[in-house]
T-cell receptor, first 108, second 113 residues
Framework: RKEVEQDPGPFNVPEGATVAFNCTYS??????FFWYRQDCRKEPKLLMS???SGNEDGRFTAQLNRASQYISLLIRDSKLSDSATYLC?????????FGKGTTLSVSS | ETGVTQTPRHLVMGMTNKKSLKCEQH?????MYWYKQSAKKPLELMFV???????ENNSVPSRFSPECPNSSHLFLHLHTLQPEDSALYLC????????????FGEGSRLTVL
């Protein structure tokens, strides 16, 4: 089983839609979780950390379910500028392990 | 200056060539990383350095040789590469290990003929 699994998509949604991405992980010892965003032909950038209690940053909400080894990212009121690949990331020792990413395309 | 700078941005080399990728960070970070990103694969960690000392080598073939002369600079020396080594090589830095925020450079896109 891969360490981090994500549905690659693409998810094609209209502006204003709500979209959710899921990610499962295999290492139950993982301590920290994150969502990164990677625009086409650009480097990945941290979008937000994921806390056990769930956390929100504007239109973005992240949730963690340790029992099911599952994290999610919800984007409300999608904008054209949200089009990107969203990478699920977890900590493993001294470095980060990345998922393949889920591609989102928001259209007008 | 951007936070993490990588050169060259694009590199084409033959299998017998020797070349180097360079990374420089202007963020005052202690840790630096090399990741490989291939099409349809997740980012793969290659090497980790903390305060110039290598702390992780993720079973990378010896044809990739890292060098970290100081906390601000990181090199990846390449020799006798294979076509399957063609990928985007991303350098990153962080304030310390065990931190969730990596700052990536724009990458060096390598093509091996």
């Amino acid at each position: 089983r891969k360490e981090v699994e994500q549905d690659p998509g693409p998810f094609n949604v209209p502006e204003g839609a709500t979209v959710a991405f899921n990610c499962t992980y295999s290492n139950s010892a993982s301590q920290s979780f994150f969502w990164y965003r990677q625009d086409c032909r650009k480097e990945p950038k941290l979008l937000m950390s994921v806390y056990s209690s769930g956390n929100e940053d504007g239109r973005f909400t992240a949730q963690l379910n340790r029992a099911s080894q599952y994290i999610s990212l919800l984007i409300r009121d999608s904008k054209l500028s949200d089009s990107a690949t969203y990478l699920c990331v977890l900590s493993a020792g001294t470095a980060l392990i990345f998922g393949k990413g889920t591609t989102l395309s928001v259209s007008s | 200056e951007t936070g993490v700078t990588q050169t060259p941005r694009h590199l084409v080399m033959g299998m017998t060539n020797k070349k180097s990728l360079k990374c420089e960070q202007h963020l005052g970070h202690n840790a630096m990383y090399w990741y490989k990103q291939s099409a349809k694969k997740p980012l793969e960690l290659m090497f980790v350095y903390n305060f110039k000392e290598q702390t992780e080598n993720n079973s990378v073939p010896s044809r990739f040789s890292p060098e970290c002369p100081n906390s601000s600079h990181l090199f990846l020396h390449l020799h006798t590469l294979q076509p399957e080594d063609s990928a985007l090589y991303l350098c990153a830095s962080s304030h310390g290990l065990n931190t969730g925020e990596l700052f990536f450079g724009e990458g060096s896109r390598l093509t091996v003929l």
